[in-house]
C-alpha cells in the first residue's frame, strides 16, 4: 500500500491542515520529509487527537505514547494549547477553531455545531494510515480510498449515547432551550453513527469499550488495553504505609471524586485528591479539613505518594481506567467501584477491594474490608506489568504493519 515516492504540484500546494492556505517553505520541508518516509518503505503515519487545550488524562497519555512511536507523524487536532501541552509547533496542526476566542476554547460544549464540519476539514491524502485517538469526534475524520484509518477508542461519545439522560438532567435551561438541545444532539448522534462507519479499523482499550462501539456502532473491535507508564511506579517498600488514602483524577463531574469525599466527611479518614479539573472548586467546597487537593504533581511526586498510600480510591465507572494499574504498580491496593474497566483490571481480594454502590456507607465498608485484608506488593506489581507500554505499542504496531500491508 505505500505510495509511489513522486510529489506532485498538488502535494506541495495542499497544506495538512492549519489554515487551508498554501504551504509556506517550512510545510514544503515537511511534506517533504513524508515523502522521504514513504520511500523509505515506512508507512506514512498521522495522529488525531479531539483537542488538546485544557485537561491532560489517560487519552492524553496514549497520544504521547503513539507520538513517540511515530515522531514523523503530525498531530491534527481541534484546538491546542501550547501552555498545557509541549509538542514542538511543527507536529501540530488545528482545525478553524483555534481562531475562535480562549473563552470558548475553554468551554468545549460551546463549539459542538462547528465540530463537524471542523473534523471533516482536514485533507489525508499524503499519509499511508492515520491512528484516531478518540474519545469523542477524532474518528469522524474523512479519509479518502487509498488511506486506512485506524481508530483507538478510548470510548463512544458518551454526552450523546448512554450519559445522555445524566447530561440532560445536569442542564438548567427552559422547556424551549430543552428541546434545542434535545434536536442538536440527536443530529449529532446521526452524525457521530456515520463517522464510526468510515473507520477501517476500531481498536478498544478495554472490553467494556468494545461491547459499547458494538451496542452504539454495530461495529466489531479489538481490544488493547492502554499503555501505563509502570517502570516509573516501580514499588519500593516503604517503612509502611502512611495513614492518607489517594484518589487520582481529572476533576470533572462524571468522575465522581464528590462520592469519595462525601466518604471521607463522614469517616475522617484523610484522602488527598491527585489531579485538577474544572470541577476542583466545587470539591474543594465539598470537602473537610481531612481532605488535601494537590493539583497536577510530577510523576516522581505521584510514585511516591502512590507507594506511601493505604489504598487507592477508585469511586466511577472508566472504560478503562489507568489510576488502579498505576496504584497497582506502585504497591497500593485499589477499592473500586464495581463497573466497568476496573473489572479488567483489578482483582478482588488480591489487588484490591470492590464497593457495589457509591455511597458513603459503601465506599466505607469496602476501605474497612480493605484495612483488615493483606495485600502482597509482589502480586500487585506482577498485574500491573500486564498494562506496560511496550505491551502496546507491540500491538499498535502490529496493526499498522498490517494495514499498510507490510509483513
Same mark, same amino acid.
Given at each position: 500500500?505505500?505510495?509511489?515516492c513522486?510529489?506532485?504540484?498538488?502535494?506541495?500546494?495542499?497544506?495538512?491542515?492549519?489554515?487551508?492556505?498554501?504551504?509556506?517553505?517550512?510545510?514544503?520541508?515537511?511534506?517533504?520529509?513524508?515523502?522521504?518516509?514513504?520511500?523509505?518503505?515506512?508507512?506514512?503515519? *498521522?495522529?488525531?487527537?479531539?483537542?488538546?487545550? @485544557?485537561?491532560?488524562?489517560?487519552?492524553?497519555?496514549?497520544?504521547?505514547?503513539?507520538?513517540?512511536?511515530?515522531?514523523?507523524?503530525?498531530?491534527?487536532?481541534?484546538? /491546542?494549547?501550547?501552555?498545557?501541552?509541549? %509538542?514542538?509547533?511543527?507536529?501540530?496542526?488545528?482545525?478553524?477553531?483555534?481562531?475562535?476566542?480562549?473563552?470558548?476554547?475553554?468551554?468545549? !460544549?460551546?463549539?459542538?455545531?462547528?465540530?463537524?464540519?471542523?473534523?471533516?476539514?482536514?485533507?489525508?491524502?499524503?499519509?499511508?494510515?492515520?491512528?484516531?485517538?478518540?474519545?469523542?469526534? *477524532?474518528?469522524?475524520?474523512?479519509?479518502?480510498?487509498?488511506?486506512?484509518?485506524?481508530? %483507538?477508542?478510548?470510548?463512544?461519545m458518551?454526552?450523546?449515547?448512554?450519559?445522555?439522560?445524566? %447530561?440532560?438532567?445536569? $442542564?438548567?435551561? =427552559?422547556?424551549?432551550?430543552?428541546?434545542?438541545?434535545?434536536?442538536?444532539?440527536?443530529?449529532? !448522534?446521526?452524525?457521530?453513527?456515520? =463517522?464510526?462507519?468510515?473507520?477501517?479499523?476500531?481498536?478498544?482499550?478495554?472490553?467494556?469499550?468494545?461491547?459499547?462501539?458494538?451496542?452504539?456502532y454495530?461495529r466489531?473491535?479489538?481490544?488493547?488495553?492502554?499503555?501505563?507508564?509502570?517502570?516509573?511506579?516501580? /514499588?519500593?517498600?516503604?517503612? =509502611?504505609?502512611?495513614?492518607?488514602?489517594?484518589?487520582?483524577?481529572?476533576?470533572?463531574?462524571?468522575?465522581?471524586?464528590?462520592?469519595?469525599? +462525601?466518604?471521607?466527611?463522614?469517616?475522617?479518614?484523610?484522602?488527598?485528591?491527585?489531579?485538577?479539573?474544572?470541577?476542583?472548586?466545587?470539591? $474543594?467546597?465539598? *470537602?473537610?479539613?481531612?481532605?488535601?487537593? @494537590?493539583g497536577?504533581?510530577?510523576?516522581?511526586?505521584? *510514585?511516591?505518594?502512590?507507594?506511601?498510600?493505604?489504598?487507592?480510591?477508585?469511586?466511577?465507572?472508566?472504560d478503562?481506567?489507568?489510576?488502579?494499574?498505576?496504584?497497582?504498580?506502585?504497591?497500593?491496593?485499589?477499592?473500586? %467501584?464495581?463497573?466497568?474497566?476496573?473489572?479488567? @483490571?483489578?482483582i478482588?481480594? +488480591?489487588?484490591?477491594i470492590?464497593?457495589? $454502590?457509591?455511597?458513603?456507607?459503601?465506599?466505607?465498608?469496602?476501605?474497612?474490608?480493605?484495612?483488615?485484608?493483606?495485600?502482597?506488593?509482589?502480586?500487585?506489581?506482577?498485574?500491573?506489568?500486564?498494562?506496560?507500554?511496550?505491551?502496546?505499542?507491540?500491538?499498535? $504496531?502490529?496493526?499498522?504493519?498490517?494495514?499498510?500491508?507490510?509483513?
Amino acid at each position: 500500500m505505500t505510495r509511489r515516492c513522486s510529489i506532485s504540484r498538488e502535494t506541495i500546494r495542499s497544506s495538512p491542515g492549519k489554515t487551508g492556505k498554501h504551504d509556506t517553505l517550512r510545510g514544503m520541508e515537511e511534506r517533504s520529509k513524508e515523502q522521504s518516509a514513504g520511500c523509505s518503505g515506512r508507512p506514512r503515519v *498521522a495522529l488525531v487527537h479531539d483537542w488538546l487545550n @485544557t485537561k491532560r488524562g489517560g487519552a492524553e497519555h496514549v497520544l504521547e505514547v503513539l507520538a513517540d512511536m511515530f515522531p514523523e507523524a503530525p498531530i491534527y487536532t481541534l484546538v /491546542y494549547n501550547p501552555s498545557k501541552f509541549h %509538542y514542538p509547533p511543527e507536529r501540530i496542526h488545528t482545525s478553524y477553531l483555534q481562531k475562535m476566542p480562549d473563552i470558548l476554547k475553554q468551554r468545549n !460544549r460551546y463549539l459542538l455545531p462547528l465540530i463537524p464540519s471542523a473534523i471533516e476539514s482536514w485533507d489525508f491524502s499524503a499519509y499511508d494510515v492515520v491512528i484516531s485517538s478518540s474519545s469523542a469526534f *477524532a474518528k469522524n475524520i474523512v479519509t479518502p480510498e487509498t488511506t486506512r484509518h485506524i481508530c %483507538y477508542c478510548h470510548t463512544p461519545m458518551r454526552f450523546v449515547w448512554d450519559y445522555w439522560p445524566r %447530561y440532560l438532567s445536569q $442542564q438548567r435551561v =427552559g422547556p424551549l432551550r430543552r428541546a434545542y438541545i434535545t434536536r442538536q444532539t440527536g443530529k449529532l !448522534r446521526m452524525w457521530d453513527f456515520v =463517522g464510526a462507519q468510515r473507520v477501517d479499523r476500531f481498536l478498544a482499550n478495554s472490553r467494556t469499550t468494545r461491547e459499547r462501539i458494538h451496542k452504539f456502532y454495530r461495529r466489531k473491535a479489538d481490544v488493547i488495553f492502554p499503555p501505563v507508564d509502570t517502570s516509573s511506579l516501580v /514499588y519500593t517498600a516503604p517503612a =509502611g504505609k502512611r495513614d492518607y488514602y489517594v484518589t487520582l483524577a481529572v476533576l470533572t463531574p462524571y468522575k465522581k471524586i464528590d462520592a469519595a469525599i +462525601e466518604a471521607f466527611n463522614v469517616s475522617g479518614k484523610k484522602l488527598t485528591v491527585i489531579g485538577d479539573g474544572p470541577d476542583r472548586n466545587r470539591l $474543594q467546597e465539598l *470537602a473537610g479539613d481531612n481532605i488535601e487537593f @494537590t493539583g497536577y504533581i510530577s510523576t516522581k511526586n505521584k *510514585a511516591r505518594m502512590l507507594t506511601e498510600a493505604k489504598g487507592l480510591l477508585f469511586p466511577n465507572v472508566e472504560d478503562f481506567g489507568i489510576a488502579p494499574v498505576e496504584a497497582m504498580a506502585s504497591g497500593t491496593p485499589v477499592i473500586a %467501584y464495581n463497573a466497568g474497566g476496573a473489572r479488567e @483490571t483489578v482483582i478482588e481480594g +488480591e489487588t484490591g477491594i470492590f464497593f457495589d $454502590q457509591q455511597t458513603p456507607a459503601g465506599i466505607n465498608q469496602a476501605i474497612e474490608r480493605s484495612e483488615s485484608s493483606r495485600f502482597n506488593g509482589s502480586t500487585l506489581t506482577n498485574r500491573a506489568r500486564q498494562f506496560s507500554t511496550a505491551t502496546f505499542t507491540e500491538a499498535i $504496531q502490529s496493526r499498522v504493519d498490517e494495514a499498510s500491508h507490510r509483513p
